[in-house]
T-cell receptor, first 119, second 115 residues
Framework: EAGVAQSPRYKIIEKRQSVAFWCNPI?????LYWYQQILGQGPKLLIQ????????DSQLPKDRFSAERLKGVDSTLKIQPAKLEDSAVYLC?????????????????FGQGTRLTVV | TQLLEQSPQFLSIQEGENLTVYCNSS?????LQWYRQEPGEGPVLLVT?????EVKKLKRLTFQFGDARKDSSLHITAAQPGDTGLYLC???????????????FGQGTILTVHP
């Protein structure tokens, strides 16, 4: 089965510019995550979708970041305007997460990520 | 927000040595996963443990979930240069209220195995 697809792989922009990332999860996976990973650190959850609804965006800087998953399949993450501290790898992951409350499977499958450099 | 603390943050060892990485939290998780990440790639799942006290082995890697499901350890026997990478633990929360399978990562352990 095809893995999680992300594009672009690399992006360099100037501060105050806008940028968008795209993610296509594994077919049939209901849950989609966007993580931000600073070099050498663990991923930090930005937003989590269940189908096309947002279930957690508590750590998303909503003044500049936005994300959507309109048809419950692929997703886009946008930053507008970008700041220097947004330089990081943006990872998309998906999880099947179907079943009863006691059997939800949170095993996530990740894409290769988009490395963003803001100069 | 539930937090996971990993230790050590950095580990540099010689080929053939053994090592243990720890993942601790004050919160209970429904499952605990370990991922390995290489430069330029996304994390790849190694194992999932769901039962308190559970031990799983994957070749030279042994994973343990604490009895109270708050902590976990990863032990590597006879480390090899190919084991070099960033090791991440992640706590999974089952659906209940608004959890919907939230996955929280620790800050990671950078392992370097020298030939």
């Amino acid at each position: 089965e095809a893995g999680v697809a992300q594009s672009p792989r690399y992006k360099i922009i100037e501060k105050r510019q806008s940028v968008a990332f795209w993610c296509n999860p594994i077919s049939g996976h209901a849950t989609l995550y966007w993580y931000q990973q600073i070099l050498g650190q663990g991923p930090k959850l930005l937003i989590q979708f269940q189908n096309n609804g947002v279930v957690d965006d508590s750590q998303l800087p909503k003044d500049r970041f936005s994300a959507e998953r309109l048809k419950g399949v692929d997703s886009t993450l946008k930053i507008q305007p970008a700041k220097l501290e947004d330089s990081a790898v943006y990872l998309c992951a998906s999880s099947r997460n179907r079943g009863t409350a006691k059997t939800w499977n949170t095993e996530a499958f990740f894409g290769q990520g988009t490395r963003l450099t803001v100069v | 927000t539930q937090l996971l603390e990993q230790s050590p943050q950095f580990l540099s060892i010689q080929e053939g040595e053994n090592l243990t990485v720890y993942c601790n939290s004050s919160s209970v998780f429904s499952s605990l996963q370990w991922y390995r990440q290489e430069p330029g790639e996304g994390p790849v799942l190694l194992v999932t443990v769901v039962t308190g006290g559970e031990v799983k082995k994957l070749k030279r890697l042994t994973f343990q979930f604490g009895d109270a499901r708050k902590d976990s350890s990863l032990h590597i026997t006879a480390a090899q240069p190919g084991d070099t990478g960033l090791y991440l633990c992640a706590g999974g929360e089952n659906a209940g209220g608004t959890s919907y399978g939230k996955l929280t990562f620790g800050q990671g352990t950078i392992l370097t195995v020298h030939p």
